[in-house]
């Protein structure tokens, strides 16, 4: 374990005010202001990939983020001043990379990803960051004042979005330098060093568990989630309405239409899940509850979508199978009534079909839509 020492060092202009200030509180009158610290590093080849430099202000963990790892320290980025946060990532970057990168950090609103980045909010404009800086194709990213400007709960699920990422990639390292303690049990570092005594510890820490509780609700429950949703705002009247709670506080919505005709099913409607609360996985547990308490009315639950977050987290659940690949087009047939439940067309926009083949839920279903017997 290597041990760092730097040195900062300014001169002092003795001005009126200096001068007064040092007579008032008997401070030594000096030519240069200096100040040491040494710290414990962790070793340039030690396996690891999260690492948390935390103290507060004034600390000097800015200054051992520089001196530590030089180049990598981001401060920030330059943004296109009125072109789409999406033009703002590296030309040589797909458009598919892109949007898998704002989802990986939970950015996962496409409405949000064409407005400008001074016009998204300051949590849509830190994961905006975070994605940026996990697009770097430097292995090592070090990010100075991790989550000082975002609410609390966006910082903590945030810091999970963003560590998961990280350790998805195999050789990628990330450090956050930030001034709040709250986040290191959500972003589960490696190593952290606290600052200013500069003593590096090795962590093994868990992140909280993220327990929801999930309510049928009225269709009026939409009005919270509505604006978030990648396609539209619209509600079918007959959709069977959920809603999941954290700590008390709506986070995810989810709704399912039946299909009437020759072949009955059951199909997933709408599901968001609120910006504050993306990119640890709530939208798609709750999407995959309500498909196992569904499935339990006796018809296959089905889905048809466009969000290649989803797209790519079923692909890979044991919970649901494709049954269309990814393509253009895709259609809602008319029931024998007539009636076309959804888009008629989706040729403007890749989707893919899926099927939920998990396990139903019996005891839920009783519980949430007053079913005798499943």
Known sequence: MPTLTFHLEAPVAKTARVLQLAGLFDIPPADRSSRSWTVDVPAPNADWQVGLIVGPSGSGKSTLARAAFGDALIGGYEWPADKAVVDGFPADLSVKDVTAALSSVGFSSPPSWVRPFRCLSNGEQFRATLARALCDPRPLVVVDEFTSVVDRTVARIGSAAVAKTVRRQPGKRFVAVTCHDDVAEWLCPDWVIDMPNGTLTRRALRRPPIELE??????????????????????????????????????????????????????????????????????????????????????????????????????????????????????????????TLGRTRATERFTAGFEYVGPPRPDDARSLLKIQRV
């Open 214 to 339: 999930v309510r049928r609700v009225r269709a009026a429950a939409w009005d919270t989630f509505k604006h978030h949703h990648y396609l539209d705002a619209s509600l079918h009247p007959s959709a069977t309405c959920f809603a999941a709670f954290w700590q008390g506080r709506p986070v995810a919505f989810a709704s399912a239409i039946h299909c009437p005709g020759r072949v009955c099913w059951w199909r997933e409607h709408r599901t968001v899940c609120l910006p504050d609360y993306q990119g640890v996985g709530i939208g798609n547990a709750l999407s995959d509850f309500v498909a196992g308490v569904m499935r339990c009315l006796g018809k296959p639950y089905r889905s048809t979508t466009a969000h290649p977050a989803i797209i790519r987290h079923r692909a890979k659940s044991p919970l649901w199978r494709m049954t269309r690949p990814p393509s253009l087009g895709g259609r809602h047939e008319p029931n024998k009534s007539g009636i």
